[in-house]
C-alpha cells in the first residue's frame, strides 16, 4: 500500500518557530517553507511515492511525490501536469512515466494529482499550486532553471494556459503530445489524416471540452500575438497524432522569438505514446527531455 501523508501546516514548539520567522520574514513564509521543506527531505523513510495534500487557498491539493534513490542531494525538481485522470485511471496513466523521469535524471519529480472539475477551476488551482511550489523550492535552495515543468496532452493545455496568467514564472517547460485549442476553429491536416487511425483522440477531446470546459471564458495559447515572453519551450508530438500540426504550427511560432525552444516529432508515434508498448517512441522521447533539461545539444539514442 502507498504510504498517505497529509501535510497541513508545521505547529513546532515556539522556540523553533521564532528562529524560522525572524529568519524568514512573515508567518505565511514560514508555513510555506516548512510544508515544501518537509517535501523535498522528509523525516521519515519513504517508499518511492508518496502522497501528500497542501492547502491552497481554500482547497486541499493533491500532490503525488516520486523520490529518487538520494534524497540528500535532490537540486533539480520536475512538477507534472498528467492530462488522462478525465479518461482513465488517472495514477496508472503517469506512473510509469514519472519513474523513469526520475531514474533517468536523478531528479525528484511532483505531480499535480488534480480531481475533475471545470477546465478554468483547474487552470487557477495548478497556477496557485505551481506558484506556491516555486516560491517554496527557490526558498530550500532550488532555482527556478533547475524547475522544469512538463505536461502531457491536456495536462499541456492546463501547463499553456498558467503561462498564459504569469509568463514570468516558469523558466522551461516540455509540452507532450499537447492538446492547445478547444475550440477546434483551426481544421488542422493532422486532424483529418490521423483520425482515420487514431479513433478515439478527437472524440475523447471534444467529450472532454463539452463536459469540463466554458467556451465562453476560455483564451486558447494559439491566440496568442506575441511570444517573446514566453519560457524556453520543448514540443514532442507524434507523427500519427492528430494533434501533431497544431504541436507543430505553436512550436514554430515559439521559435520566431525564442531560439532555445525546440521540436521534435517522432515517426509512427501516436497521441499518448509513453502509454504505449512503442519502445522506440519512448526511448527518443525521454533522450530528447533529458538533453533538454540538462542543456544538452547532441542527440544521442542508446543502443538496444
Not at 495514477?91 to 531514474?103: A, G, I
Amino acid at each position: 500500500m502507498i504510504p498517505f501523508f497529509l501535510c497541513y501546516y508545521y505547529t513546532g514548539d515556539s522556540m523553533n518557530e521564532n528562529i524560522i520567522k525572524n529568519d524568514f520574514g512573515s508567518e505565511d513564509t514560514y508555513k510555506l517553507y516548512r510544508t515544501v521543506y518537509e517535501i523535498i527531505h522528509p523525516t521519515i523513510s519513504k517508499k518511492n511515492i508518496s502522497n501528500y495534500k497542501i492547502m491552497i487557498q481554500e482547497d486541499l491539493v493533491p500532490l503525488r511525490i516520486f523520490y529518487p534513490k538520494k534524497i540528500s542531494t535532490i537540486t533539480r525538481v520536475i512538477l507534472y501536469i498528467h492530462g488522462k485522470r478525465w479518461m482513465i485511471n488517472g495514477f496508472y496513466s503517469y506512473k510509469e512515466v514519472c519513474e523513469r523521469l526520475v531514474q533517468e535524471m536523478d531528479t525528484l519529480v511532483i505531480v499535480l494529482d488534480y480531481e475533475n472539475n471545470t477546465y478554468q477551476k483547474i487552470v487557477e488551482q495548478s497556477y496557485q499550486t505551481i506558484k506556491y511550489l516555486y516560491e517554496g523550492l527557490n526558498r530550500v535552495g532550488i532555482e527556478k532553471e533547475n524547475i522544469i515543468t512538463i505536461g502531457d496532452s491536456v495536462g499541456a493545455s492546463i501547463l499553456s494556459s498558467v503561462v498564459l496568467m504569469d509568463k514570468s514564472m516558469i523558466k522551461k517547460e516540455i509540452l507532450l503530445y499537447p492538446a492547445l485549442d478547444f475550440s477546434f476553429k483551426t481544421k488542422y491536416p493532422s486532424m483529418e489524416q490521423n483520425s482515420q487511425i487514431d479513433l478515439l483522440t478527437m472524440n475523447h477531446l471534444r467529450t472532454y471540452c463539452n463536459k469540463y470546459i466554458d467556451l465562453k471564458k476560455y483564451n486558447s495559447v494559439m491566440n496568442e500575438k506575441d511570444y517573446s515572453d514566453w519560457p524556453n519551450t520543448l514540443v514532442i508530438t507524434g507523427d500519427l497524432d492528430p494533434l501533431r500540426d497544431e504541436g507543430e504550427e505553436f512550436s514554430k511560432r515559439l521559435r520566431k522569438t525564442n531560439k532555445k525552444s525546440k521540436y521534435i516529432n517522432i515517426k509512427f508515434a501516436s497521441h499518448g505514446f509513453l502509454n504505449s508498448k512503442d519502445e522506440e517512441a519512448k526511448d527518443e522521447c525521454f533522450v530528447e527531455m533529458k538533453n533538454f533539461i540538462l542543456n544538452k545539444r547532441k542527440v544521442v539514442i542508446p543502443e538496444k
